[in-house]
């Protein structure tokens, strides 16, 4: 199934363009996708793009399947060949051992693995092949000749094979698709061609005694002579005769699988990815394959080792294509059968050089102009590489006939030739020259080396270049030594037949006056081979079975079982054929891939569309047709991915790379909450992990200037869990996001799905953290940078953890990570700029962390960004109780908006603020749920009031927090009053829950008597109660001998102290507030706010910074005052004394004051970082009640990691067992019921052993 897509009407011709003519050729088609958009699993994954994955893909994607091809070269279209030395040598990779039958010698693996050209040293025999989209098509010499019949009657071709014509309809599907024809006659005829011709008498009279009947013709070639579009729809060029084909040709006449099989796949919705090479296969625990890839994109190779060991994979439901070539495939396969795929012990044996030889008639008589040119003169054209054969197959024995094809030698070599040629041994020259003939030969070799490779009366433009195919033994076996593949050509030779066959070249040079010369490494390395046409190493099997071969006659894998094989895992290369072909084998290699593929689809019910033409191609725009949605689960994260691309690709943005290794421990399991714990915990159950990731950002300004802009992250992550490796595909990379948990702090976060090869999807969420806590220090920087919190969470099921821990870079991976940086632009200015402005963005954000102390002081806003984003709800009502001085304050109401806790009553809970602070620390706008939320939720009227040392205006008229307990009084008098006019009965106790200054004045109240005690259902102290004990810090501020609050004064003129301060404000605030920068904070609170500052100058520290939000420390000017220097003064002497005392200094704590608390219940809460009052002033508050009321009814709990004001104005406060949650406890305890029980016991005065209660964000763990 598959529809058409609405791709743009194309205007005019499409064109393959090409370098040399197109002015504007710096741009080239790209039909490849970039990898980020791999999907995980396809109908069909074929792999490599030469002749039979082209086949297959094309024929697959034509049959309605989804399909994926992946291709270990680049993508390269005619103008982006190299063409000199210099840019060729940049695409060489040479493998192999050349004593690859020595155990202890270990394989080379050089050079470039994506370039174009791959050299394979053998033993015996090395092999060149190409490495590309397009395979050795784009580097081939395009002659397209059938098998022989001689030849496919050989023993090794199953039966169905042997009868004559079987193969043809392959064969004429395949010259459907790429047009061969002949060397034109109109065309000037190459003098290389012409030598050739002229040459087939002499092999005639030299092969006489051997019945020779050999036949020169031009050859079929994969080469277009006239402009026009090919059977595909891809518009071609006429050849421009410069016999560069084997370098690959840039003129856009060569007729490769690029432009013919692959634009076709692509046409018809195939989706191709380069740079992936295909390690390994394995069976998928469902339906299909798993095929491994290493992607060398994306500078992946700065980690080597990671790159062929943490590979990534894509599921391949139907079939597998093996079209890696002769070579590859056949390496692919012997991993996977060394990694537990069972396979037939033929795997990697019965391989052939297809008896070629190269060989040189240097220096002859004649101009052969056998030097590849960009630029040939047209009268007197190189030509393509090949144009003509003198053919000797027909004999009596197959195995003795053989072709000789002429050959060019590409510009990018000719250079080199010339001294190579001449230091080669084993030159056979010409007999009997004379003396000036030997005079006028050694002046031509100079004219060369002087003049260059093209002057005519030079020796190298006098070089014949033979090739010859045949057949050898087919002999030859590929292993792998140390995971890397090795080649033996044992017997390569026959060696009498080839003894023969270099006997006759010589003789056809030196009649011609030539020095015959070997190829370089037959004369240089032990009379080596070199062959262009590898093939078998999977043949197919004569007779089906797992002992004649590794496939069946259609390339089906065989398991090694009898005749079984793996369904749908299909070879369809040059490592198929079961014998040298003796003759150039592509013609046949797409034969039998066109057969394979045929069969297969058959098999599975699947029709090919092979008759419906495709209309002009344009490989820059898109293709005409996609895959049904219904193939794809996973549609709208590839659109949404390919828009971000191609939005990217369109506007020439420049883009970002850099690749990233992490490893670490990750428990698996629920249970443990915090990271350090579950990393050391995956320690030591050795739970290691790692992930191997790539980011890429295609905008990197926006990814630098925007916060919602992310990079794509693309990978693996592996663990010990079922279904590691996990493939990372389109994952978020935030860089330095603002972290709205925590002030001051940006975050690197890592953040995607990732599916396991069981078909499972686990959440990864990993967090870097970098805030102000680095400042100043390269090691915590470090640490900050190089450490990722992990969560793995199950999308499916809500989000459950799975596990927990933590990764971290090494510095050697941290120096690779380094040099896989790069910057992407179309020039190299552009590159230039992206590659400044990252690395600027990046060092900026450390910075800012790493100087915090000196950057820039955070100002209050008038504007609040996303004010008000959980839609509050308002108080029901505001109250004015007025205190028996008269003053008045403000009281706020909340209906309950949970259920009644007994059903018709409703129960009051007064909240009272502490200084400087109104109701808003139980209101707070800016967390999800607050302590109004959560208590009103609990069915629970609520109040709160703003006293007169709070955030009013009263606060200015210097009064104590020992006048405030009028306030509080007032308060409670006015909630009484409204439960009488509710209920017309005497009003309910009422439960308080006070903080700080408020929880003193409560105290004061209910000493002295102003708050009676019977007015209390329970109270909830936070922090502080009777005995205010300062911090060592704010003791010795406390303690000087003159006193801070005497020095603002005169220093400011003011008697009040504004915790917030503004631009406008006078110097004196300005110069304070610079100074305050450097109030010993601690390294773990540096910030820049303002108004935090100041309010740790008044009171100390009011939070752990790591418990605010950034809304709410972005914001604290909307919920702090100030205070008057009369109130600090009382607070300050209160300090100083340890415990309560009234305005003029009296002390409230004696026996008949306390006296008045007996029969309240009191919980006691406080932060164990507590930076206001020392945490332990809660335990003589505690401990003192105990001692006069025995111990029940009292409890005290500690919150870990929580500071003063954080116990309320947190988001951990509404978590399971947070603040919230054990404060409620207390109040749903039935204190009625307590309070009557605890005065009828109140003389029964018990000690026992009480329980004190630490409580952590998820947890309470008793101590
Ligand atoms: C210089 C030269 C001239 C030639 N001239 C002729 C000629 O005129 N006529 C003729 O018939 N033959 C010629 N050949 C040979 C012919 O081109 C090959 O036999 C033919 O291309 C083989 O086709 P294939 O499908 O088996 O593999 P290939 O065309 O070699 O394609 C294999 C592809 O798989 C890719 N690959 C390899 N390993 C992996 C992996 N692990 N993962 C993913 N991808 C992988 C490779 O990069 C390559 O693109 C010539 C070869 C050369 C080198």
Same mark, same amino acid.
């Given at each position: ?144 000749? +059938? ?73 079929? $070639? ?6 026009? %579009? ?187 030739? $010339? ?6 041994? /084993? ?30 009366? /030079? ?68 009379? $080596? ?264 969470? +199950? ?154 040392? /709070? ?24 909630? %009484?009053?409204? $439960? ?72 400011? /003129? ?206 309470? +763990?008793?101590?």
């Amino acid at each position: 199934m598959r529809s058409k897509t609405n791709s743009a009407k194309i205007e005019g011709e499409p064109r393959a363009r090409t370098f040399s003519r197109d002015a504007n050729g710096s741009s080239f088609p790209r039909i490849g996708r970039p990898v980020e958009l791999l999907r995980h699993s396809y109908d069909v994954v074929v792999i490599g793009s030469g002749y039979g994955g082209g086949v297959a893909a094309s024929r697959m994607a034509r049959g309605g399947q989804s399909v994926c091809l992946l291709e270990r070269g680049k993508e390269r279209w005619p103008g982006e060949f190299p063409t000199s030395f210099k840019d060729a040598a940049t695409q060489i990779h040479v493998t192999g051992d050349e004593n690859a039958s020595d155990e202890r010698s270990v394989p080379i693996d050089r050079g470039n693995p994506t370039g174009l050209y791959h050299l394979m040293i053998g033993e015996g025999q090395n092999a060149f092949v190409g490495n590309g989209l397009g395979g050795t098509s784009l580097l081939n010499a395009n002659v397209f000749l +059938r098998a022989d019949k001689g030849t496919m009657e050989k023993d090794e071709w199953p039966e169905e094979l042997t009868q004559e014509g079987a193969l043809d309809p392959y064969y004429d599907r395949a010259e459907k698709m790429l047009e061969p024809e002949t060397y034109p006659e109109n065309l000037p005829e190459p003098l290389k061609l012409k030598l050739l011709r002229e040459q087939t008498d002499l092999v005639r009279k030299y092969g006489r005694k051997e019945g020779w009947d050999p036949k020169f013709y031009r050859v079929p $070639q994969t080469t277009k002579f006239a402009d026009g %579009r090919n059977s595909t729809g891809i518009e071609m060029k006429a050849s421009t005769l410069t016999g560069q084909d084997s370098t690959g040709i840039n003129d856009g006449s060569k007729t490769t699988t690029l432009v013919t099989y692959l634009a076709d796949a692509w046409n018809w919705g195939a989706e191709i990815f380069c740079e992936c090479e295909v390690r390994l296969i394995k069976k998928h625990p469902k339906e299909g394959y798993l095929v491994f890839f290493a992607w060398h994109g994306s500078r992946r190779d700065a980690f080597k080792e990671e790159m062929l060991h943490d590979l990534m994979w894509v599921h391949a439901k139907k079939f597998v294509f093996l079209g890696a070539g002769t070579l590859g495939t056949t390496e692919i396969m012997l991993r996977s059968k060394e990694r537990g795929l069972p396979l037939s012990d033929r795997v990697g044996q019965d391989m052939s050089g297809n008896g070629d030889l190269l060989a040189f008639g240097y220096n002859t008589n004649a101009e052969v102009n056998a030097m590849g040119h960009e630029d040939p003169n047209p009268d007197n054209p190189v030509g393509p590489t090949i144009t003509g054969v003198i053919d000797c197959r027909e004999q009596e024995n197959p195995l003795d006939g053989f072709v000789i094809e002429e050959g060019a030698v590409p510009r990018a070599l000719t250079h080199l030739l $010339q001294p190579l040629l001449l230091s080669l041994p /084993g030159k056979i020259f010409p007999p009997s020259l004379t003396a000036v003939e030997k005079q006028q030969q050694k002046l031509a070799a100079w004219k060369s080396t002087l003049l260059g490779p093209y002057h005519a009366q /030079g020796s190298l433009a006098r070089t014949q270049v033979y090739l010859i195919m045949s057949h050898d033994a087919n002999q030859a076996r590929m292993t792998l030594k140390h995971n890397k593949p090795a080649l033996e050509f044992l017997g390569v030779g026959r060696q009498k037949h080839l003894e023969k066959l270099n006997d006759l070249m010589s003789k056809m040079t030196n009649s011609s006056g030539g020095t015959f010369i070997q190829n370089p490494f037959y004369a240089d390395f032990n009379q $080596q081979e070199i062959t262009v046409h590898p093939v078998g190493g999977m043949s197919m099997s004569v007779d089906g079975t797992p002992e004649e071969g590794a496939t069946t006659q259609f390339g089906e894998v065989l398991t090694g079982k009898g005749k079984e094989i793996y369904e749908g895992l299909i070879v369809v290369d040059g490592a198929l054929v079961p014998t040298a072909l003796g003759v150039n084998p592509f013609a046949t290699i797409t034969a039998l891939a066109e057969r394979s593929v045929a069969a297969a689809a058959r098999k599975k019910g699947i029709t090919i569309d092979y008759d419906t033409v495709n209309g002009p191609i344009d490989p820059y725009g898109n293709p005409t047709y996609v895959p049904s949605p219904d193939h794809f689960d996973d549609l709208a994260a590839i659109k949404k991915a390919e828009a971000e691309i191609d939005e990217a690709r369109a506007a020439g943005k420049a883009g970002t790379i850099f690749t990233e290794v992490m490893k670490g421990y990750i428990h698996i399991g629920d249970e443990i909450d915090d990271f350090e714990v579950a990393f050391d915990q995956a320690r030591s159950e050795t739970a290691d992990a790692h992930f191997y990731l790539s980011v890429h950002a295609w905008d990197t300004n926006e990814l630098v200037s925007r916060a919602d802009h992310q990079a794509m992250l693309t990978g693996t992550f592996s663990n010990g869990m079922e279904g590691s490796p996990f493939m990372v595909s389109r994952g978020d990379f935030h860089l330095f996001n603002e972290d709205h948990h925590a002030p001051d702090q940006t975050n690197l976060t890592y953040d995607f799905d990732m599916i396991g090869t069981n078909d499972e999807v686990i959440h990864f969420n990993g967090i870097k953290v970098v805030n102000p806590t680095v400042a100043f220090s390269i090691s915590r920087t470090w640490q900050a940078t190089s450490s990722l919190y992990v969560t793995l969470s +199950r999308p499916e099921d809500n989000h459950s953890i799975v596990g927990k821990g933590i990764l971290h870079i090494g510095w050697h991976d941290f120096g690779r990570e380094l040099s896989s940086f790069d910057a992407l632009g179309h020039n190299f200015r552009l590159r230039l700029r992206t590659a400044a402005s990252f690395l600027q963005y990046f060092t900026s954000q450390v910075a800012t962390s790493f100087l915090a102390p000196l950057t820039s002081l955070q100002w209050p806003t008038l504007q609040y960004p996303g004010e008000d984003p959980y839609k509050k709800i308002p108080p029901s009502k505001t109250f004015s109780p007025q205190a028996i001085d008269g003053e008045v304050t403000l009281m706020k109401m909340w209906e309950p908006t949970g259920g009644l806790r007994d059903g018709e009553k409703v129960h009051d809970i007064l909240f009272v603020p502490g200084a400087a602070v109104d109701h808003q620390i139980y209101a707070l706008p800016t967390i999800k749920k607050n302590a109004i939320d959560y208590f009103t939720a609990a069915g629970y009227r609520c109040w709160s009031n703003t006293h007169r040392v /709070g955030k009013t205006p009263l606060a200015h008229k210097h009064f104590t927090v020992y006048d405030a307990r009028l306030d509080i009084a007032a308060a409670l008098s006015t909630i %009484r009053l409204a $439960q009488e006019q509710q209920y017309g009965s005497a009003p309910e106790p009422i439960y308080v829950v006070a903080h700080c200054a408020g929880s003193i004045a409560l105290s004061m109240g209910l000493l002295d008597g102003t708050i009676p005690a019977s007015w209390l259902r329970g109270v909830t102290a936070s922090n502080v109660f009777m005995f205010p004990r300062y911090t060592p810090l704010n003791k010795w501020k406390a303690s000087l001998p003159v006193h801070l609050t005497d020095i603002y004064r005169r220093f400011t /003129g003011s008697k009040w102290f504004d915790c917030t301060s503004k631009k406008s404000d006078a110097y004196t605030q300005h110069l304070l507030n610079q100074l305050l920068r450097f109030y010993p904070a601690g390294w773990n609170e540096l910030c820049t706010s303002v108004a935090c500052h100041r309010s740790e100058l008044a009171f100390g520290r009011l939070w752990s910074h790591d418990r605010l939000n950034r809304a709410t420390h972005d914001q604290l000017d909307r919920f702090l005052g100030g205070c008057s220097m009369t109130c600090l003064d009382h607070l300050v002497q209160m300090g100083l004394h340890g415990k309560v005392i009234d305005s003029d200094g009296c002390d409230l704590l004696d026996e008949d004051h306390l006296q008045k608390l007996q029969g309240l219940p009191i919980q006691l809460i406080y932060g164990t970082e507590n930076a206001v009052f020392d945490p332990s002033c809660t335990l003589w508050d505690y401990e003192r009640l105990r001692q006069k009321f025995g111990e029940q009814g009292y409890s005290r709990e500690a919150f870990k990691g929580h500071g003063h004001l954080d116990c309320w104005m947190s988001e951990t406060a509404a978590v399971k067992n947070g603040v919230f949650d054990v404060v409620r406890r207390k109040i749903d305890e039935g204190f009625d019921r307590f309070m009557s029980r605890s005065r009828k016991n109140s003389r029964r005065k018990t000690v026992g052993n009480s329980m004190t209660t630490v409580v952590n964000g998820n947890g309470i +763990r008793r101590v």
